[in-house]
């Protein structure tokens, strides 16, 4: 039942105000009586970030992981709670957790590969992920499961051409809590990614697994941010991504999500310009309100192609340029359908590899990727590293991986500090102690007071349209507030290679425009609240040049 | 259908030979079933989620590309391709008329011809987004061979997940189709939603075939096939599976190349057509049989007692007791009469009750459901955008199995009733219009009236409220002890009162706004009860008026017959010898030639149906 997941939800849309008055006064008294407890401890700080990273650092973290050990002082005694306090704490190092979630057959565990750039998830053409599974960066291959019962054991590492099994060892699905692989890989270093089984399966267990994991009853949602993939806009996903944010989310925001137009290279039926098409739906769902309200922004991807240019194999180009070199109208033919391509040929045939090859070839590269890497040989790419970037760069990947990047991994402890001290809060209501109220305005000051927090709930009220402003100010104010990325030149809407004097005299003139805005008596009351929250983030810019 | 000329034959036949025994009530039952026979249509609609390729297989199999198909927009108007000499286009506008008790003039249409290249204009997302031009269907007329046998394709919108409010209307088309085709691109198995659309799709209209689309596009469609085919076996669909290709349908057809287009799986959905066809085809002759059976077994019995009658005059015994049995028989049937109108009324007041009852009780599920929500939500207004679709679908859920339920019900109902006329070998059904308007659509969305939290102002207010009653009470109560109004005490008091007033106020909110959002399901499954409630009971007053006019219509032919059969064997008595031989004559040439038109209407059950042209 969808609804059960949002009971949570309705502090944090209207919930800061009342907090804040609600123990703003314990709070000054505790600041006054007791000494700060920053003073007592040591606390590490995260390492200064280069110039172009997060202009307005507050260090989030560094408050975070003070008021959690805190509270693992505080809850020392309790031993469950304890326990996920020190999970937090140690949340607050690793990447940052993206879920790939979506309906069955989205393209989950492709895209994970194709940002992985190796097949660690496997794939199939019928329902394949049934469990939970994690990918995280470690020096060594290692996968375990957990059991609901709680157990964990190793499981074998096995790997067949490229792809790598995960078996279950006789296990039964739904007796798995968890799967985790542990991979030595660059692309997981930043971000621990987390495959997901499909949501709207026609086997209801499967479903509803995802449906825990993504909204657990508990207030302590596994992941940060969510990659959500669709096929085409449908009723189910919107009612999934608005069940989502009801629960996970500061106030029913979207600021952690990010939708996928996956399997983009199947639209109109495999046609070379497929990814035109995707990019004009891309964008028409982009401006769609609805959607607005749901996801930061929309990218097509074509998950195949970008799974296998990141994965091409030499042998596999070989017998792509060996196809390219052949009679082209005889491969024309071949190519009108999937099952022609990878037929026994006829006597009289032009020499051609062998069915078996031309098979595989098709698996891996779909119809669509061979109708496009064909050409591309034949126009002269005669190498397969230049063939596969060809492919990746063809697949939307970059954007993808861009995105990423911008809104979830530059955003990253951000999002970690966020999902902990919601946890924290979860905590600390249901095991209150004598001292949960101080750590409680602890937990509160942080979010209303951390002008990081007070940039993300703006971002989220601009894009539910909580806050309504002409479309060119909100377009501004959302690039502003970081909600097309972190950096100083993106958030000033400036090219890469702006000089300091720049990007100064940009945050000066935008600062002065929005400071009119808040201090315009016809504004309204939430334009002016917002007006001065831009204002803050331009002073922040300034004075971290 | 334009059915086969020997079926139009034999029925022109029987009217013939009624007119000329001046039987006008036989006359205008067979003058129905010749009208059936004229404008009837096989339908099948093509039904799916969007952008499984429905446009796109229509035009394959018309060959012609009349529904417009788009990457991304997607069709807004259902499109009904049918056969006609020349490219036709129809822009059907139904508007509810004045009168919903007279069928007549139950719905006011209005239609416009239109070009066929400004069909995108009207049908597409594009030109007529959410169906703002207010159409109901659009018809286009083709010239294409396999539409000539009476087929008539119909492309529907997508159904936007298949458990929506869209989904419930597709199913309210069902009961009118000769089949369906469910679309769904090999790209995926059956998801949830599809099986359980399937499922009740099959009790609505038992003849529908699942076509896997785009299989040129996915190496892997024969896992799918297998996939789906074990899906449907197991919710105990019986359906055929055909895989099919758009893409090489075309690129056979432009290319006249035989074996792509048996590749494409065209050759095989035209066959199912074909067949569907025939079976329509089947269904029709069948009914054209046992009217005129039905017709000459009444003819020939009126002649039979006359021919009794002349051959043996001296008789008189045997007169008389046919006169006995005959007016046995008129006695037996107005008592019947009265039997199967009672029938009829008691069935249909059950049924009444019965799907009222099983609508309210649905309801009432969904508003306890709703409400146990609501509690354990807390502020229902911060939830209502998701809150509120969820008892929409719930609802359009729920109606949708009732509205099926309904349906099963209205029929069973008609074989009831048709079994006090077995005694007279007359077992014939009315084709039973048990269609639903689309009051869902009627019905007004649920809304909650919009308080916001109390502003700072407004709590300052109460604050103050709770805070001066406190003050004073307590300064009351210390001027006693010598303190001034305002101590700390007092003071100390008044803050304490006052922030209790505060929370209990916001509890009182949140109470309200919990009734509130309460009452606003209530209100909306009051109002779907209503809307419903009054659609099926239109419908069973349809179905009733259906029912009686049929079997009113079939006991007065059946009194004629025996009326006549009375009137000839009176005639007989009084006839003299000399005419006597040349009526004997006359009655058994005419007798042989209602013999002939029996054996006419026998033969055309037993024709097995040609397979028409793909």
Same mark, same amino acid.
């Given at each position: *039942?969808?609804?059960?997941?949002?009971?949570?939800?309705?502090?944090?849309?209207?919930?800061?105000?009342?907090?804040?008055?609600?123990?703003?006064?314990?709070?000054?008294?505790?600041?006054?009586?007791?000494?700060?407890?920053?003073?007592?401890?040591?606390?590490?700080?995260?390492?200064?970030?280069?110039?172009?990273?997060?202009?307005?650092?507050?260090?989030? =973290?560094?408050?975070? +992981?003070?008021?959690?050990?805190?509270?693992?002082?505080?809850?020392?005694?309790?031993?469950?709670?304890?326990?996920?306090?020190?999970?937090?704490?140690?949340?607050?190092?690793?990447?940052?957790?993206?879920?790939?979630?979506?309906?069955?057959?989205?393209?989950?565990?492709?895209?994970? #590969?194709?940002?992985?750039?190796?097949?660690?998830?496997?794939?199939?053409?019928?329902? =394949?992920?049934?469990?939970?599974?994690?990918?995280?960066?470690?020096?060594?291959?290692?996968?375990?499961?957990?059991?609901?019962?709680?157990?964990? #054991?190793?499981?074998?590492?096995?790997?067949?051409?490229?792809?790598?099994?995960?078996?279950?060892?006789?296990?039964?699905?739904?007796?798995?809590? +968890?799967?985790?692989?542990?991979?030595?890989?660059?692309?997981?270093?930043?971000?621990?990614?987390?495959?997901?089984?499909?949501?709207?399966?026609?086997?209801?267990?499967?479903?509803?697994?995802?449906?825990?994991?993504?909204?657990?009853?508990?207030?302590?949602?596994?992941?940060?941010?969510?990659?959500?993939?669709?096929?085409?806009?449908?009723?189910?996903?919107?009612?999934?991504?608005?069940?989502?944010?009801?629960?996970?989310?500061?106030?029913?925001?979207?600021?952690?999500?990010?939708?996928?137009?996956?399997?983009?290279?199947?639209?109109?039926?495999?046609?070379?310009?497929?990814?035109?098409?995707?990019?004009?739906?891309?964008?028409?769902?982009?401006?769609?309100?609805?959607? +607005?309200?749901? =996801?930061?922004?929309?990218?097509?991807?074509?998950?195949?192609?970008?799974?296998?240019?990141?994965?091409?194999?030499?042998?596999?180009?070989?017998?792509?340029?060996?196809?390219?070199?052949?009679?082209?109208?005889?491969?024309?033919?071949?190519?009108?359908?999937?099952? +022609?391509?990878?037929?026994?040929?006829?006597?009289?045939?032009?020499?051609?590899?062998?069915?078996?090859?031309?098979?595989?070839?098709?698996?891996?590269?779909?119809?669509?990727?061979?109708?496009?890497?064909?050409?591309?040989?034949?126009?002269?790419?005669?190498?397969?590293?230049?063939?596969?970037?060809?492919?990746?760069?063809?697949?939307?990947?970059?954007?993808?991986?861009?995105?990423?990047?911008?809104?979830?991994?530059?955003?990253?402890?951000l999002l970690k500090a966020r999902s902990a001290l919601m946890a924290l809060d979860s905590i600390l209501r249901s095991t209150p102690l004598a001292e949960t109220d101080l750590l409680l305005a602890q937990v509160e000051k942080i979010f209303s007071g951390a002008h990081e927090f007070v940039e993300l709930a703006l971002l989220?009220?601009?894009?539910?349209?909580?806050?309504?402003?002409?479309?060119?100010?909100?377009?501004?104010?959302?690039?502003?507030?970081?909600?097309?990325?972190?950096?100083?030149?993106?958030?000033?809407?400036?090219?890469?290679?702006?000089?300091?004097?720049?990007?100064?005299?940009?945050?000066?003139?935008? *600062?002065?425009?929005?400071?009119?805005?808040?201090?315009?008596?016809?504004?309204?009351?939430?334009?002016?609240?917002?007006?001065?929250?831009?204002?803050?983030?331009?002073?922040?810019?300034?004075?971290?040049? | 259908?334009?059915?086969?000329?020997?079926?139009?034959?034999?029925?022109?036949?029987?009217?013939?030979?009624?007119?000329?025994?001046?039987?006008?009530?036989?006359?205008?039952?067979?003058?129905?079933?010749?009208?059936?026979?004229?404008?009837?249509?096989?339908?099948?609609?093509?039904?799916?989620?969007?952008?499984?390729?429905?446009?796109?297989?229509?035009?394959?199999?018309?060959?012609?590309?009349?529904?417009?198909?788009?990457?991304?927009?997607?069709?807004?108007?259902?499109?009904?391709?049918?056969?006609?000499?020349?490219?036709?286009?129809?822009?059907?506008?139904?508007?509810?008329?004045?009168?919903?008790?007279?069928?007549?003039?139950?719905?006011?249409?209005?239609?416009?011809?239109?070009?066929?290249?400004?069909?995108?204009?009207?049908?597409?997302?594009?030109?007529?987004?959410?169906?703002?031009?207010?159409?109901?269907?659009?018809?286009?007329?083709?010239?294409?061979?396999?539409?000539?046998?009476?087929?008539?394709?119909?492309?529907?919108?997508?159904?936007?997940?298949?458990?929506?409010?869209?989904?419930?209307?597709?199913?309210?088309?069902?009961?009118?189709?000769?089949?369906?085709?469910?679309?769904?691109?090999?790209?995926?198995?059956?998801?949830?939603?599809?099986?359980?659309?399937?499922?009740?799709?099959?009790?609505?209209?038992?003849?529908?075939?699942?076509?896997?689309?785009?299989?040129?596009?996915?190496?892997?469609?024969?896992?799918?096939?297998?996939?789906?085919?074990?899906?449907?076996?197991?919710?105990?669909?019986?359906?055929?599976?055909?895989?099919?290709?758009?893409?090489?349908?075309?690129?056979?057809?432009?290319?006249?190349?035989?074996?792509? %287009?048996?590749?494409?799986?065209?050759?095989?959905?035209?066959?199912?057509?074909?067949n569907t066809v025939g079976q329509a085809e089947l269904l029709v002759r069948r009914a054209v049989a046992n009217t005129v059976a039905g017709v000459s077994e009444q003819l020939s019995r009126g002649l039979q007692s006359e021919l009794g009658v002349q051959e043996h005059p001296e008789t008189v015994e045997s007169t008389v007791?046919?006169?006995?049995?005959?007016?046995?028989?008129?006695?037996?049937?107005?008592?019947?009469?009265?039997?199967?109108?009672?029938?009829?009324?008691?069935?249909?007041?059950?049924?009444?009750?019965d799907i009222d009852y099983d609508l309210r009780d649905r309801m009432r599920d969904i508003q306890r459901n709703a409400e146990e929500e609501i509690d354990v939500l807390g502020d229902p207004s911060v939830v209502w955008v998701e809150f509120a679709p969820w008892v929409e679908e719930q609802v359009a859920g729920a109606s949708?199995? %009732?509205?099926?339920?309904?349906?099963?019900?209205?029929?069973?109902?008609?074989?009831?009733?048709?079994?006090?006329?077995?005694?007279?070998?007359?077992?014939?059904?009315?084709?039973?219009?048990?269609?639903?308007?689309?009051?869902?659509?009627?019905?007004?969305?649920?809304?909650?009236?919009?308080?916001?939290?109390?502003?700072?102002?407004?709590?300052?207010?109460?604050?103050?409220?709770?805070?001066?009653?406190?003050?004073?009470?307590?300064?009351?109560?210390?001027?006693?002890?010598?303190?001034?109004?305002?101590?700390?005490?007092?003071?100390?008091?008044?803050?304490?009162?006052?922030?209790?007033?505060?929370?209990?106020?916001?509890?009182?909110?949140?109470?309200?706004?919990?009734?509130?959002?309460? %009452?606003?399901?209530?209100?909306?499954?009051?109002?779907?009860?209503?809307?419903?409630?009054?659609?099926?009971?239109?419908?069973?007053?349809?179905?009733?008026?259906?029912?009686?006019?049929?079997?009113?219509?079939?006991?007065?032919?059946?009194?004629?017959?025996?009326?006549?059969?009375?009137?000839?064997?009176?005639?007989?008595?009084?006839?003299?010898?000399?005419?006597?031989?040349?009526?004997?004559?006359?009655?058994?040439?005419?007798?042989?030639?209602?013999?002939?038109?029996?054996?006419?209407?026998?033969?055309?059950?037993?024709?097995?149906?040609?397979?028409?042209?793909?």
């Amino acid at each position: *039942m969808i609804l059960r997941r949002s009971k949570k939800n309705k502090k944090d849309g209207k919930g800061s105000d009342e907090y804040s008055e609600e123990y703003s006064e314990e709070n000054e008294n505790s600041a006054a009586e007791t000494p700060p407890p920053a003073a007592v401890r040591e606390v590490p700080v995260p390492a200064a970030r280069s110039p172009h990273g997060t202009p307005v650092s507050t260090d989030i =973290c560094g408050q975070v +992981r003070l008021v959690l050990q805190q509270a693992a002082e505080v809850y020392a005694d309790h031993a469950e709670a304890a326990e996920r306090i020190e999970a937090h704490l140690d949340r607050l190092d690793s990447p940052v957790r993206i879920a790939i979630a979506g309906k069955v057959k989205a393209g989950k565990s492709t895209l994970l #590969n194709a940002l992985v750039g190796e097949v660690i998830a496997p794939t199939d053409a019928g329902e =394949c992920t049934r469990v939970v599974t994690w990918y995280r960066n470690a020096p060594a291959p290692r996968i375990v499961m957990r059991r609901r019962d709680g157990e964990s #054991n190793d499981l074998p590492i096995i790997r067949q051409n490229g792809r790598l099994e995960l078996g279950l060892g006789g296990v039964a699905p739904e007796e798995v809590d +968890r799967l985790t692989v542990d991979w030595p890989s660059g692309d997981l270093a930043t971000m621990t990614l987390i495959d997901t089984p499909g949501i709207a399966s026609a086997s209801v267990e499967v479903s509803t697994r995802t449906e825990d994991f993504l909204t657990p009853d508990e207030e302590q949602g596994a992941a940060d941010a969510i990659v959500y993939l669709m096929r085409h806009v449908h009723a189910d996903d919107m009612g999934f991504l608005e069940a989502f944010h009801a629960h996970a989310a500061i106030g029913s925001s979207p600021v952690n999500t990010v939708a996928v137009l996956s399997r983009a290279d199947e639209i109109g039926a495999g046609r070379v310009d497929a990814l035109q098409s995707a990019r004009a739906i891309a964008s028409r769902l982009r401006a769609d309100e609805k959607i +607005r309200s749901l =996801c930061q922004t929309v990218v097509p991807v074509a998950g195949l192609l970008a799974e296998t240019g990141r994965t091409m194999r030499q042998a596999e180009f070989n017998a792509l340029a060996a196809i390219a070199a052949a009679d082209r109208d005889y491969v024309d033919a071949m190519l009108l359908s999937a099952d +022609r391509f990878g037929r026994e040929l006829p006597e009289g045939a032009p020499e051609l590899p062998s069915a078996a090859i031309r098979s595989a070839l098709m698996t891996r590269f779909g119809l669509f990727g061979v109708r496009i890497a064909l050409p591309l040989i034949r126009q002269g790419i005669t190498d397969s590293t230049a063939l596969a970037g060809e492919l990746v760069r063809r697949s939307g990947l970059e954007e993808l991986r861009e995105a990423l990047t911008a809104l979830f991994t530059e955003r990253g402890d951000l999002l970690k500090a966020r999902s902990a001290l919601m946890a924290l809060d979860s905590i600390l209501r249901s095991t209150p102690l004598a001292e949960t109220d101080l750590l409680l305005a602890q937990v509160e000051k942080i979010f209303s007071g951390a002008h990081e927090f007070v940039e993300l709930a703006l971002l989220g009220s601009l894009r539910t349209g909580a806050v309504a402003l002409p479309s060119e100010q909100r377009a501004e104010a959302e690039r502003l507030l970081g909600g097309t990325g972190q950096a100083q030149f993106v958030r000033l809407g400036l090219a890469p290679t702006a000089s300091l004097q720049e990007i100064r005299e940009a945050a000066t003139d935008a *600062m002065s425009r929005w400071r009119r805005r808040a201090e315009n008596p016809a504004s309204a009351r939430p334009v002016a609240d917002a007006a001065r929250v831009i204002v803050r983030t331009c002073e922040g810019i300034l004075s971290s040049l | 259908m334009p059915a086969p000329d020997v079926v139009i034959q034999t029925v022109e036949d029987a009217l013939r030979m009624v007119t000329a025994r001046g039987r006008t009530d036989l006359a205008s039952r067979l003058r129905k079933t010749k009208d059936r026979l004229h404008d009837d249509r096989v339908r099948v609609l093509v039904i799916g989620e969007f952008k499984q390729g429905k446009s796109q297989l229509v035009n394959a199999l018309v060959r012609a590309r009349v529904c417009p198909v788009d990457d991304d927009i997607a069709t807004s108007v259902p499109t009904a391709v049918y056969y006609s000499e020349k490219p036709v286009v129809t822009l059907v506008k139904e508007e509810p008329g004045a009168d919903p008790d007279d069928d007549s003039k139950a719905i006011r249409v209005e239609r416009t011809e239109a070009s066929l290249e400004d069909l995108a204009r009207y049908v597409s997302e594009m030109g007529n987004p959410a169906n703002r031009e207010g159409l109901s269907h659009v018809e286009v007329g083709l010239p294409t061979p396999l539409l000539q046998s009476g087929l008539e394709l119909v492309d529907t919108p997508g159904v936007g997940g298949l458990g929506s409010v869209r989904a419930t209307a597709t199913l309210a088309a069902l009961p009118g189709a000769d089949a369906v085709l469910l679309v769904s691109d090999a790209a995926q198995e059956y998801t949830a939603a599809e099986l359980e659309f399937l499922k009740h799709a099959m009790k609505l209209c038992p003849n529908i075939a699942c076509i896997l689309t785009k299989i040129d596009l996915y190496p892997e469609w024969r896992r799918i096939y297998e996939l789906n085919q074990e899906h449907l076996t197991q919710a105990g669909v019986t359906a055929q599976l055909i895989p099919v290709s758009s893409v090489l349908r075309w690129h056979a057809l432009d290319r006249n190349d035989n074996e792509l %287009n048996v590749e494409s799986g065209f050759p095989v959905l035209a066959t199912m057509l074909t067949n569907t066809v025939g079976q329509a085809e089947l269904l029709v002759r069948r009914a054209v049989a046992n009217t005129v059976a039905g017709v000459s077994e009444q003819l020939s019995r009126g002649l039979q007692s006359e021919l009794g009658v002349q051959e043996h005059p001296e008789t008189v015994e045997s007169t008389v007791s046919d006169l006995r049995a005959a007016k046995e028989r008129m006695t037996a049937l107005r008592e019947r009469g009265a039997r199967w109108q009672q029938t009829l009324a008691d069935g249909v007041a059950d049924l009444a009750a019965d799907i009222d009852y099983d609508l309210r009780d649905r309801m009432r599920d969904i508003q306890r459901n709703a409400e146990e929500e609501i509690d354990v939500l807390g502020d229902p207004s911060v939830v209502w955008v998701e809150f509120a679709p969820w008892v929409e679908e719930q609802v359009a859920g729920a109606s949708s199995a %009732n509205f099926v339920w309904a349906n099963e019900r209205a029929r069973f109902l008609a074989t009831v009733v048709a079994e006090h006329f077995a005694e007279d070998g007359e077992l014939s059904l009315p084709d039973l219009d048990v269609g639903v308007g689309g009051s869902m659509q009627a019905v007004r969305p649920m809304y909650l009236s919009d308080e916001g939290d109390p502003n700072l102002g407004e709590k300052a207010l109460i604050a103050v409220r709770g805070g001066y009653i406190g003050t004073l009470m307590f300064g009351m109560f210390s001027t006693f002890a010598g303190l001034a109004l305002l101590n700390p005490f007092s003071v100390g008091a008044g803050l304490l009162l006052g922030g209790r007033t505060l929370r209990e106020e916001k509890k009182r909110l949140l109470q309200r706004r919990q009734a509130e959002a309460k %009452n606003a399901v209530r209100r909306y499954t009051d109002d779907v009860v209503f809307h419903i409630g009054k659609d099926s009971r239109d419908m069973l007053r349809r179905v009733q008026r259906q029912l009686r006019d049929h079997f009113t219509e079939v006991a007065t032919e059946l009194e004629t017959s025996l009326q006549d059969s009375l009137r000839t064997a009176e005639a007989g008595a009084r006839t003299n010898s000399a005419d006597r031989e040349a009526r004997i004559g006359e009655l058994k040439r005419e007798l042989a030639s209602v013999a002939g038109l029996q054996q006419q209407a026998r033969a055309l059950v037993v024709t097995p149906a040609k397979a028409g042209a793909v």
